[in-house]
């Protein structure tokens, strides 16, 4: 397969899952496969959420939604005309995939695939349906796929380099059974807010949308806010108020009620909207359903912070930095701890 029908297979995809998130039934073989196909494929979303609670049907949808924006001919084939592809001696690369939010690994996938690698995926047990549900599809355009993409339950089979991603503790391990191999390992990041004070509510409140789309557990889900030092929190309340549903999630509201009892019992000043916390504290990473902040005295003090902990963070969202409400939107070159997995891909060749 060359990377031009590589391109156009993946796009295959974008009518399908467009359709799945309009939440339309089947309309016909303009979409490329029949009706029994289609609705398999809406059977594994519902499953999804069986298998694994978080993964309700409007996360899974919003990953659909980021995909869908990535394939058409044109973004593929502009991304992937920066570098080689088609090495060859394709290596065989083991992915090994996150689980925290729906199909994480989707990029790692199908930047192996298109750099004309073959990708040995070791799926997470917290998301293992979704993205051979896809494959599966694909397979129906074009069977040769399931030669360069394969999953694997049980240990890896032989491979010739690695793209890990998983906790700190994890990435650990990942050194020690990986380092040996050309590798990518990934730890564990987080996404930070900067507010001037000069946002309308409108922008505040898209914030809530950095915050709690797949419920938080995302690296680039917003769990640090940075305020000036005059800013009235009650503002940044009253703008995300259109999230509270988020705590109607049982799992979601177990992780607040626990959190908010230990910072009560050890009579931690916090700030609660009844479904988030607020808790001023230096750390970037906030336990799920508390979201930290910290105030600044001026922007070069806040630059200085955000220099020192670039390594743990993902994402800044802000006027000046990724718009408000885009922290689950990257673009296809928009690589996770910008690391440029294509580059690396390339230099397997």
Same mark, same amino acid.
Request: aromatic residues 16%.
């Given at each position: 397969m060359k990377t031009k029908e590589r391109i156009e297979l993946l796009s295959k995809l974008k009518p399908i899952l467009d359709h799945i998130v309009s939440q339309k039934m089947w309309s016909g073989y303009d979409l490329g496969i029949n009706e029994h196909e289609y609705q398999k494929l809406l059977d594994t979303v519902v499953r999804a959420k069986v298998m694994n609670p978080w993964f309700v049907q409007e996360s899974v949808f919003e990953s659909f939604r980021g995909f869908s924006s990535w394939l058409t001919e044109n973004q593929l084939t502009n991304w992937v005309e920066n570098y080689q592809t088609n090495p060859k001696t394709p290596k065989k690369v083991a992915i090994i995939m996150a689980g925290n939010i729906p199909m994480v690994g989707f990029h790692d996938m199908i930047s192996v695939f298109l750099s004309g690698h073959k990708a040995v995926c070791k799926l997470s047990s917290d998301d293992n349906i979704l993205l051979p549900a896809l494959i599966d599809i694909l397979?129906?355009?074009?069977?040769?796929?399931?030669?360069?993409?394969?999953?694997?339950?049980?240990?890896?089979? =032989?491979?010739?380099?690695?793209? $890990?991603?998983? *906790?700190? +503790?994890?990435?650990?391990?990942?050194? @020690?059974?990986? #380092? /040996?191999?050309?590798?990518?390992?990934? =730890?564990?990041?987080?996404?930070? $807010?900067?507010? *001037?004070? +000069?946002?309308?509510?409108?922008?505040? @409140?898209?914030? #809530? /949308?950095?915050?709690?789309?797949?419920?938080?557990l995302g690296c680039r889900n917003v769990s640090k806010i940075f305020v000036p030092k005059d800013f009235v929190l009650d503002r940044f309340f009253e703008a995300i108020v259109g999230y509270g549903e988020v705590v109607n999630h049982n799992k979601y509201a177990n992780n607040y009620d626990y959190n908010k009892a230990v910072y009560l019992m050890n009579v931690q000043p916090i700030l609660d909207n009844n479904f988030v916390l607020l808790k001023e504290e230096e750390s970037l990473h906030s336990p799920l359903g508390v979201v930290f902040y910290s105030r600044y005295a001026n922007a070069s003090e806040l630059e200085k912070y955000l220099e020192q902990n670039k390594e743990n963070i993902q994402a800044i969202i802000g006027q000046d930095f990724i718009p408000f409400g885009k922290a689950q939107c990257p673009s296809l070159n928009d690589y996770a701890d910008g690391v440029d997995t294509m580059k690396f891909l390339e230099s397997l060749s």
């Open positions: 397979t129906l355009f074009n069977p040769d796929i399931k030669n360069w993409i394969e999953f694997s339950d049980a240990q890896l089979p =032989k491979f010739d380099a690695v793209i $890990a991603t998983g *906790s700190d +503790n994890s990435a650990v391990y990942f050194q @020690s059974y990986f #380092g /040996k191999y050309p590798h990518i390992i990934r =730890k564990n990041r987080t996404s930070v $807010a900067v507010i *001037s004070g +000069n946002e309308t509510q409108e922008e505040l @409140s898209e914030i #809530g /949308k950095d915050i709690f789309t797949y419920f938080g």
